[in-house]
């Protein structure tokens, strides 16, 4: 199993007040991996928070599309990360056929560019993704099928079950180009309320984890109504086996 890693959008008021003291309680919680999001923007924090706490960022979000990519590239490639997601494509680019084409198009270029850089380039969904239906499909694999074998996929399963979904099955049928996952869990509200530690809402965490056996596992919550680092604390121990 893949060593944890825990997406630092979930403690963003945090991160953006002091990133070191961030850092330091997410490393002291257990974590040696995070996925920074802004990569451009938080360069600085980051260069000088991952070493000094002993954290390393395989992968980060960063918005690609419209975006200065040789810049976002090359600070990742500084900062060690070796798979840049594009976390946000919005809904009504998902409805079409040609649009969807548009989007792993450039996101196919986008990771030729980054391969010279040494990076990898990968693509995040939300639910509307997997809501919006083509030809009886998800939007989400009719996208899947056009992208160069280069570009991966980071499964965000909650969004994937929330948008209708059975994400076990599509984690299966997405197979090897999914190389990480989004694990979140909670009652499926798309305005991200209602959310919880793994295992103690409606995902099939436990079968998601089956159906991805490689891939890595990010902690994530868009939002929490309680203390962030006690949840993800939680979600941390329920992926390492203390909380089953």
């Known amino acids: 199993m893949s060593v944890p890693s825990v997406q630092l959008y979930s403690v963003r008021d945090a991160f953006a007040a002091d990133p070191a ?6 490393a002291a919680i257990g974590f040696t991996q995070v996925e920074p999001y802004g990569v451009l ?11 000094a706490n002993g954290l390393t960022a395989p992968t980060a979000h960063a918005q690609l599309l419209g975006a200065d990519q040789p810049a976002v590239f090359a600070a990742a ?10 976390p946000f494509v919005p809904p009504e680019r998902w409805q079409e056929p040609a649009d969807i084409a548009a989007t792993a198009d450039a996101l196919n270029a986008a990771a030729k ?10 693509y995040h969904n939300h639910w509307w993704e997997l809501e919006s239906r083509i030809g009886g499909r998800s939007a989400l694999e009719v996208f899947a099928e ?19 979904e059975d994400a076990p099955a ?23 309320t209602g959310q919880v ?36 604390a939680a979600s941390l121990a329920f992926l390492t086996g203390a909380g089953r």
């Not at 923007?41 to 070493?51: D, F, K, Q, T, V």
Request: aromatic content about 4%; cysteine-free.
């Open 21 to 26: 003291d961030t850092l330091r309680r997410l």
């Open 41 to 51: 923007e938080n360069a600085e924090a980051l260069r000088a928070g991952l070493p």
């Open 77 to 86: 490639a500084e900062l060690g990360i070796g798979l840049v997601i594009d």
């Open 113 to 122: 560019l980054a391969a010279e850089h040494g990076v990898g380039v990968g």
């Open 146 to 164: 056009q992208l160069d074998p280069a570009v991966a996929l980071e499964v965000d399963t909650y969004w994937a079950t929330a948008g209708g």
């Open 170 to 192: 599509l984690l299966r049928r997405l197979g090897d180009r999914v190389r990480a996952i989004h694990v979140k869990d909670g009652g499926l509200a798309t305005d991200a």
């Open 197 to 232: 530690p793994a295992g103690q809402g409606r995902v099939p965490v436990a079968e998601v984890l089956a159906a991805a056996p490689d891939a890595l596992r990010v902690v994530e919550f868009d939002a929490f109504d309680g203390d962030l680092f006690e949840a993800i």
